[in-house]
């Protein structure tokens, strides 16, 4: 079994930068690839990041390429995802998953094993 926990989530001003945070528990972190997925109110979720299990394989949306990254740290079982220039757009419940290694992209939502429970992501000001 794994838990993922995401923290990091805040209010934040347009143009401003966030850092989140998702630390798992279990021994099979790093057998999963990680996504973060996001879901803005009204809105279906969707992927906007990807990391393959050791790190050096990444995949991303256009709406968030040039302004977020994603990182790991499997020593520390935990994936980042740090987000600058942010907008109102970005605004949303912020998802990370564990999922199948497909190799396909976007990473869907029926690919996720594990769910994070989420940590919103405002940006207004």
């Known amino acids: 079994q794994l838990q993922l926990v995401e923290s990091g989530g805040n209010l934040v001003q347009p143009g401003g930068s966030l850092k989140l945070s998702c630390a798992a528990s279990g021994i099979l972190f790093n057998s999963y690839p990680v996504a973060w997925f996001r879901q803005a109110s009204g809105k279906e979720r969707e992927a906007v990041y990807y990391?393959?299990?050791?790190?050096?394989?990444?995949w991303y949306a256009d709406s968030v390429g040039g302004r977020f990254t994603i990182s790991r740290d499997n020593a520390k079982n935990t994936v980042y995802l740090q987000m600058n220039s942010l907008t109102p757009e970005d605004s949303a419940v912020y998802y990370c998953?564990?999922?199948?290694?497909?190799?396909?992209?976007?990473?869907?939502?029926?690919?996720?094993?594990?769910w994070g429970q989420g940590t919103q992501v405002t940006v207004s000001s």
């Open positions: 998953a564990a999922v199948r290694d497909t190799r396909s992209f976007p990473p869907q939502f029926a690919d996720a094993v594990f």
């Open positions: 990391i393959d299990t050791s790190g050096e394989m990444t």
